[in-house]
């Protein structure tokens, strides 16, 4: 168990739906990172994190949205899914701002989009 | 803006021969680099970092990974691999100036045979 708590595991939605990812960091992190794995694009940074306030945005779809709340667990929305986005969603989190010491990763949620 | 390649897509070891993933990186200065292991349906989790210093350095797992200037490379070797170490190894770079997120590689699938 890395600490790092990401909920549900595996997620199945119908085209055009939306749906909630939650993560719950490493006890002590104040950055959260989501992560999206995809067999033909790898790891792709999509946002960061820190403290509540929105720090970095990687390769972010307009329709994908975060937020990192107050007890610091974080949320990623994604709505008006199709087909490719199912995908592998990572939430890894660190204590500073730049994650220099490497992150932590919870296990992931697997997103079926049919 | 930093970058990875790890060339070799899937390696193939035969149990208790030594291994070698390469990893090159693209970054104007010297980065902070990472190795991370990602075992089936699991996340990733942190094998080593270089940060400074010793330009070898000892990780967990018995693996370690030696960080070369010259050639932009921070390749990651073990002596003897067990079946256990069949997994997904990926390399990630971060900035030291400025603020960035980590880029990590596309990774490699490690098989091991008998």
């Known amino acids: 168990d890395s600490g790092v708590t990401q909920t549900p595991k595996h997620l199945i939605t119908a085209t055009g739906q939306r749906v909630t990812l939650r993560c719950s960091p490493r006890?002590?992190?104040?950055?959260v990172y989501w992560y999206q794995q995809s067999l033909d694009q790898g790891l792709q940074f999509l946002i960061q994190?820190?403290?509540?306030?929105?720090?970095a945005k990687g390769n972010i779809l307009e329709r994908f949205s975060a937020q990192q709340f107050p007890d610091l667990h974080s949320e990623l929305n994604l709505s008006s899914l199709e087909l490719g986005d199912s995908a592998l969603y990572f939430c890894?989190?660190?204590?500073?701002?730049?994650?220099?010491?490497?992150?932590?990763f919870g296990s992931g949620t697997r997103l079926t989009v049919v | 803006a930093q970058s990875v390649t790890q060339p070799d897509i899937h390696i193939t070891v035969s149990e208790g021969a030594s291994l070698e993933l390469r990893c090159n990186y693209s970054?104007?200065?010297?980065?902070?680099l990472f190795w991370y292991v990602q075992s089936p349906g699991q996340g990733l989790q942190l094998l080593l970092k270089?940060?400074?210093?010793?330009?070898l350095v000892q990780g967990i797992k018995g693996f370690e990974a030696e960080f070369k200037r010259s050639q932009s490379s921070f390749n990651l070797r073990k002596p003897s691999v067990h079946w256990s170490d069949a997994a997904e190894y990926f390399c990630?770079?971060?900035?030291?100036?400025?603020?960035?997120?980590?880029?990590f590689g596309k990774g490699t699938m490690l098989l091991v045979s008998p």
């Open positions: 890894a989190s660190s204590v500073a701002q730049t994650g220099t010491g490497g992150y932590t």
């Open positions: 270089y940060f400074s210093g010793d330009t």
């Open positions: 006890s002590g992190d104040l950055s």
């Open positions: 970054y104007g200065a010297t980065p902070y």
């Open positions: 990630a770079v971060g900035a030291r100036s400025g603020y960035s997120t980590l880029t």
């Open positions: 994190y820190y403290n509540g306030e929105e720090r």
